[in-house]
């Protein structure tokens, strides 16, 4: 293939641009914030799968007060009515009376023990609503953390949105300016291997980093000024310059 000195120089600028292009594509997927983001997205599950056990078990502790409640006032209620039962004389058979006593006193024992166990219902609902108060604090801590990172990724990204925008409206620019052939060659070998054309500066090809043994920069010192030349090492493009060292 022919091109002349100066569009195979171009290519080097090309290569350059694309290089950019590459590493701003890289940096919209590797942002720090995307691995922070997807840490504290984690953490906000776990918490908020902790806010819901917290949530149901105060659901449950709830509900479970509520019904010591009306037990006790269920016992109460029958005791007071016992009470007014006794109090009001009406019951003159002992044997009857005894056992109004008798179950007076049982009312009572009752009502001591469902006290005793709504204090203990009580007491753990409070503490259920302690943990559920701080897991939601928890959740609310990393949610502002997301949104935080969140709105650090979205301007980190419009910033490297312009910038790629901008290196590939020079790319289309520069490639434009090149013959068809050379430019699909250059991109079909970039396809391969990342790199499409290196410059030879000091014996050694840019592209591959090796240096070309004197046979090989013989062949090249002596090609035509327009000939594109292909690496014998890692087969870029491989464009002279003044460094070249031939």
Do not use: W
Request: aromatic share 2%; hydrophobic share 40%; proline share 2%.
């Amino acid at each position: 293939m022919k091109a002349d000195q100066t569009a195979q120089t171009a290519l080097l600028d090309l290569q350059a641009q694309d290089a950019l292009i590459a590493q701003l594509q890289h940096r919209k997927k590797t942002l720090p914030e995307i691995a922070q983001i997807a840490e504290l997205e984690v953490k906000f599950k776990q918490l908020d799968g902790q806010r819901i056990e917290h949530d149901t078990a105060v659901s449950d502790l709830s509900r479970a007060q509520k019904k010591a409640d009306a037990e006790v006032e269920q016992v109460k209620t029958r005791r007071t009515r016992d009470e007014e039962r006794l109090n009001s004389g009406a019951i003159s058979n002992p044997k009857d009376l005894a056992s109004l006593q008798h179950e007076l006193v049982a009312l009572e024992r009752r009502i001591g023990t469902l006290e005793d166990e709504e204090l203990e219902v009580m007491q753990k609902l409070e503490e259920a609503q302690a943990r559920l108060r701080n897991a939601e604090g928890d959740l609310e801590v990393v949610r502002g953390e997301l949104d935080r990172k969140k709105a650090d990724r979205d301007a980190a990204l419009t910033a490297i949105e312009q910038q790629l925008a901008g290196a590939e409206e020079e790319r289309t620019s520069s490639a434009a300016a090149l013959p068809a052939d050379l430019i699909a060659l250059y991109d079909k070998i970039r396809s391969q291997y990342g790199v499409g054309a290196a410059a030879l500066r000091a014996r050694r090809c840019e592209g591959c980093r090796l240096e070309l043994n004197g046979a090989d920069l013989r062949e090249i010192a002596s090609a035509p000024e327009d000939e594109v030349l292909r690496c014998p090492e890692c087969s870029r493009i491989l464009v002279r310059t003044p460094e070249s060292g031939l």
